[in-house]
């Protein structure tokens, strides 16, 4: 993660902050367009790591949408349970957008908002989330899951920097 951050600052990104050793990143830049951003990124990183990295840019503004939609409010949590935030770098096809779940119940899709799709895993029914799989075989490749309370520490990480920067 030093070396990804190293180079998103060679890059000219400012406020580069890595999380957790995911792969997820927030920065500042003047480039306002997404697709212009990914394809830096993307070029960049398979340069620098010689092998191709998906990048799924989401504005400060959209997560913080995602984390205050919370499609998990209404799910009954216990500890053998487990939320995922997956992000498609595409938007869904109508017919894709629709909730899944698997046969042995243990996951299952609760709702797809803004190229995110929202799951839950019951470890008390899987120990392995073939729930990713159908996902991927669903959606395609562009796709990358993150655990619920990432999504939540980069949001609170956000809100925390814009208040100790006045921004």
């Known amino acids: 993660m030093a070396l990804l951050k190293e180079e998103m600052i060679k890059l000219g990104f400012s406020k580069v ?3 957790l050793n995911t792969g997820n990143i927030v920065f500042a830049s003047e480039q306002a367009r997404s697709d212009t951003l990914n394809t830096l990124l993307e070029t960049h990183l398979q340069k620098v790591f010689g092998f191709s990295i998906p990048v799924m840019l989401r504005t400060e503004e959209e997560i913080t949408a995602l984390v205050q939609a919370n ?18 770098k595409y938007e869904v096809p109508t017919e894709a957008a629709t909730s899944w ?8 899709v609760l ?6 799709i929202f799951s839950v895993l019951d470890l008390r029914l899987s120990q392995t989330p ?26 609170a990480w956000n809100k925390k ?3 100790e920067t006045g921004q």
């Open 17 to 19: 902050h890595t999380f």
């Open 71 to 88: 499609p998990f409010r209404e799910v009954l949590m216990h500890p053998a349970l487990r939320c995922y935030v997956s992000f498609l």
């Open 101 to 108: 779940q698997s046969p042995d119940q243990s996951f299952r």
């Open 111 to 116: 709702s797809i908002r803004e190229k995110a």
């Open 130 to 155: 073939k729930g990713m799989d159908a996902l991927e075989k669903r959606f395609g490749k562009d796709i990358t899951t993150r655990n619920w309370n990432t999504l939540l520490k980069i949001d």
């Open 161 to 163: 920097n814009a208040r």
